[in-house]
């Protein structure tokens, strides 16, 4: 429920840490021991300013989620993504995080 919440209110954070988890995982193969880390790192920040310039943060959700299809065999497309990253970044954020749990 935590990173749902997260999600919704601090969506860079959770980018952030999304992407260090999966950063790791594709470097080493293996869960990555901080969890993420704190989140604040240079990923969040490209993600906060792009939402906070011109509400684009999702435009860098679209090549992790579609890394992350393709590394876990799930069907879905880019104009799919697209649209999942652009109309519900909470949820986009929320479902990655599941995936790379599961992973973990």
């Known amino acids: 429920c935590f990173i749902d919440c997260m999600s919704c209110w601090c969506p860079c954070i959770v980018y952030g840490k999304n992407r260090q988890r999966f950063d790791h995982l594709q470097e080493n193969d293996t869960a990555d021991p901080e969890h993420g880390g704190s989140g604040c790192d240079a990923d969040c920040c490209m993600h906060l300013a792009l939402n906070a310039l011109c509400g684009f943060g999702w435009v860098l959700q679209l090549g992790q989620r579609a890394t992350l299809r393709a590394r876990y065999h799930i069907d879905g497309s880019y104009v799919n993504d697209c649209l999942t ?3 519900c970044t ?4 929320t479902q990655e995080s599941r995936e790379l749990a599961e992973e973990e």
């Open 85 to 87: 990253a652009f109309f």
């Open 90 to 93: 909470p949820c986009e954020l």
